[in-house]
């Protein structure tokens, strides 16, 4: 097959394919399925300082073009991926491992937890969770966004990235870019998370499909695509500096192609990867290269970020 490796923050990666952050990722044998399979990289289920059970069920439910999920952030505890961390075989792949602490306090509590543990995992801190009840989203408070960034920057000695919810205005791409642009430890960007607080609505039982937050959930799937390439392109191009990494609405090699096209360094698949399992990978990686090949392209760098205006 077509070569797909390529680089990110100077790392060899096999693809620029790794799963999302809370998609098959929240136990160890998960995270072995994930490392055992033809991903170019990998990441945890967001954790907190403390395990937690998440949102009563239905908390996940697949619609007609994507998904709307309130999981509410189910997972082990941090020290529970601490320990992954330090078993993971990073010549296999690299691991991110992401960090949804539920104050700023707790935040700081574990990036120095990771620091002191020495692992070579790459943090990133979730900014954009839509589905605690009673918490609003970090990424839409920007006074908020600077200050965990400014803290995090002086609590944690390396580069570390951040993932954002999707944005709907110019002039917040300005805002926002302007923010991470302040900090030079902000390696990578991983746009976007779920939409947040959509509602979909069965007809026949007139009720809604989820059950936390009256219904309210974070979309993903086919239904974000166009926003999640907005994002991508638009942080892009606002981050010099910084590497992309794009999530949102990939099922098909041609996805993929869009989201390097864009300006992504490396393409996180959710949705799909929850209807269809770690396979997805190898499927995405062949309809990747046909499609390079069909392009005339023998490398990722010869197009990634090259998309074109009119
Ligand atoms: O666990 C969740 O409900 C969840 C999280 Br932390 C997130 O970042 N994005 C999402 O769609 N769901």
Not at 83 to 88: E, K, P, S, T, W
Request: aromatic residues 10%.
């Amino acid at each position: 097959m077509l070569d797909l490796s390529t680089f990110f923050l100077g790392r060899p990666l096999a693809a620029p394919l790794m799963n999302a952050s809370g998609v098959w990722c929240n136990v160890t044998n998960q995270l072995n399925a994930l490392a055992k399979s033809e991903a170019g990289a990998m990441v945890t289920k967001s954790c907190t300082l403390v395990r937690r059970d998440g949102n009563p069920e239905p908390r996940y439910h697949t619609l007609s073009m994507g998904s709307i999920n309130s999981m509410g952030l189910p997972n082990e505890g941090h020290l529970y991926y601490l320990d992954y961390a330090q078993q993971h075989d990073y010549e296999n792949k690299p691991l991110f491992f992401s960090v949804a602490g539920l104050t700023l306090d707790d935040n700081l509590t574990m990036v120095a937890q990771i620091q002191d543990a020495y692992t070579p995992a790459m943090v990133e801190i979730n900014l954009s969770c839509p589905n605690v009840p009673g918490k609003a989203q970090i990424g839409y408070d920007f006074e908020a966004l600077d200050v965990i960034l400014a803290e995090i920057s002086s609590a944690y000695a390396r580069p570390f990235g951040v993932k954002l919810p999707p944005y709907f205005d110019i002039a917040h791409f300005d805002e926002v870019a302007e923010i991470l642009n302040r900090y030079d430890k902000v390696a990578f960007v991983t746009c976007i998370n779920s939409i947040g607080n959509g509602l979909m609505i069965d007809i026949n039982s007139e009720t809604v499909l989820i059950k936390p937050k009256q219904g309210f959930g974070g979309i993903g799937g086919e239904y974000v695509l166009p926003t999640a390439l907005a994002n991508v392109n638009a942080f892009y191009r606002r981050c010099p500096e910084k590497s992309i990494i794009g999530c949102g609405g990939v099922s098909t090699g041609e996805h993929v192609f869009m989201h390097l096209l864009a300006g992504a360094s490396i393409v996180q698949v959710g949705t799909a990867l929850y209807e269809e399992g770690v396979d997805i990978f190898a499927r995405l990686k062949i309809e990747l290269a046909r499609i390079m090949q069909q392009k005339g392209y023998q490398k990722i760098e010869e197009y990634q970020g090259k998309l074109k205006t009119i």
